[in-house]
């Protein structure tokens, strides 16, 4: 194009398509122009029956002209209105038609928002390709965990509901809360710290690290990337739960195992009492079929050598095997009883734990419902009363706190600690203002 304006002399003016024309090329072949994303407020904003969207967005004294063809504006994820800050990616073109530039674009999102997502997208790139989230680095989560860490606040919601979940699964659990902030500038600081702690120690098998649920701004800490990198440096297994079942951050891709929420972290993290129950129930009644199944056999087995061996060797051989019969019995009788024992154990160490933690909790409400009493019975009147005061009111109740309120002759009621008066005005003295 450009050979093409040298060439024409100046006997032979431009044409205006020509002039369109080239500034289109320049428009469309700068890399810089042809993918952008700009930020500013949404005005002039257009919805024809053909589905394109029209709209200008400005900043201060700036305009540009946007378009969003129907193929992209169907699949918006927010209804844009006049007044919204947003960012629009696309690219710069020219309408032939007025000769006017304008920004044709293909997504459209919330500026504050999108500039998270960008950069949440920007860090997942990053971090994807230094191979964070490869399933190769994931550590197994343990089957019966001893003691389990807690990385999240300790005032929220998430480590109640934690907490719930382990008392009703598996009681004999330890718990170990390492609190932190969940949200704000000095939150990733602190989660970051307090694995790097948790991993200090030798007696932790797991940890949970997260939060309740919030929006993208709120659950911004575990998106950040000194969180991400502390999550994948652990040598603890994590497992991370943050936010609701829709709620998806890095650390969720670091972590070994991703729950939905705090609730089913600790329900992935231990094993439910009473399957366990019903498991050890089952492994006796297998243990006793099999048993039955080999004295069965041994019995066949017996029977066919009373057969084969003569008879003067068949009485010793017989006691012999019978001998062997009795031995087998009483090892695997002994053997069943122990693992019965044992895990009866178990169930009985899970039951006393949770008997332990009730009372506990017992306990701890009752101490907090006797200081809320106390402090109650502190700013109750009838303390007041009991050091001296009165409370003055007129016939129809009503508490009489200024002298201007009564007149001379009317009658008035004192409440004291123990009884009441009845009074009349004979004289008042009142206060003027200040």
């Known amino acids: 194009m450009m050979e093409l304006f040298k060439e024409i002399q100046p006997l032979h003016p431009y044409t205006v398509a020509d002039i369109v024309q080239y500034i289109k090329d320049i428009l469309t072949f700068d890399p810089a122009l042809s993918d952008i994303w700009v930020k500013g407020e949404i005005s002039d904003l257009s919805r024809p029956y053909s589905g394109h969207l029209y709209f200008k967005i400005k900043e201060e004294n700036s305009t540009i002209n946007c378009v969003i063809f129907k193929h992209n504006a169907i699949n918006l994820e927010n209804n844009p209105q006049n007044g919204d800050e947003v960012l629009i990616h696309g690219k710069v073109d020219i309408y032939p038609k007025n000769s006017t530039y304008q920004l044709i674009g293909d997504q459209l999102k919330p500026a504050g928002i999108g500039m998270m997502q960008l950069e949440l997208e920007r860090l997942k790139a990053k971090l994807g390709a230094e191979g964070l989230f490869d399933q190769e680095h994931k550590k197994a989560i343990p089957s019966f965990p001893k003691k389990i860490g807690v990385v999240t606040s300790a005032t929220g919601a998430a480590i109640q509901d934690i907490i719930r979940v382990l008392l009703e699964r598996y009681p004999i659990v330890e718990v170990l809360l390492f609190p932190t902030l969940v949200q704000g500038n000095e939150a990733p600081k602190q989660i970051t710290t307090a694995i790097q702690i948790a991993n200090q120690r030798s007696d932790l098998d797991l940890l949970i690290v997260g939060r309740g649920g919030g929006s993208i701004e709120e659950l911004w800490s575990f998106n950040e990337e000194s969180v991400a990198r502390a999550i994948f440096s652990s040598q603890i297994p994590i497992i991370s739960a943050v936010g609701h079942e829709t709620d998806v951050t890095l650390a969720d891709f670091v972590a070994d195992y991703r729950a939905a929420t705090p609730s089913s972290a600790a329900e992935r993290a231990v094993p439910d009492q009473h399957n366990l129950q019903i498991k050890i129930r089952d492994q006796e009644l297998r243990l006793l079929q099999d048993i039955k199944q080999v004295v069965k056999f041994l019995r066949t087995e017996l029977q066919v050598f009373e057969h084969q061996i003569p008879a003067e060797s068949q009485l010793n051989r017989i ?93 008035v009621y004192i409440k004291l600690s123990q009884g009441e008066l009845t009074s009349q005005i004979i004289s008042k003295k009142e206060v003027e203002d200040g």
């Open 319 to 411: 006691n012999l095997l019978r001998q062997k019969v009795e031995r087998i019995q009483l090892i695997n009788r002994n053997a069943i009883q122990q693992q019965i024992h044992q895990l009866k154990d178990t169930v009985n160490l899970c039951q006393q734990k949770q008997v332990l933690l009730i009372r506990d909790l017992k306990q701890t409400k009752e101490t907090i419902l006797q200081v809320n009493t106390a402090k109650l019975n502190q700013l109750s009147p009838l303390e007041t009363l009991k050091r001296g005061y009165s409370i003055a009111s007129d016939i129809k109740n009503k508490p009489i706190t200024n002298a201007s309120s009564v007149n001379i002759g009317d009658t």
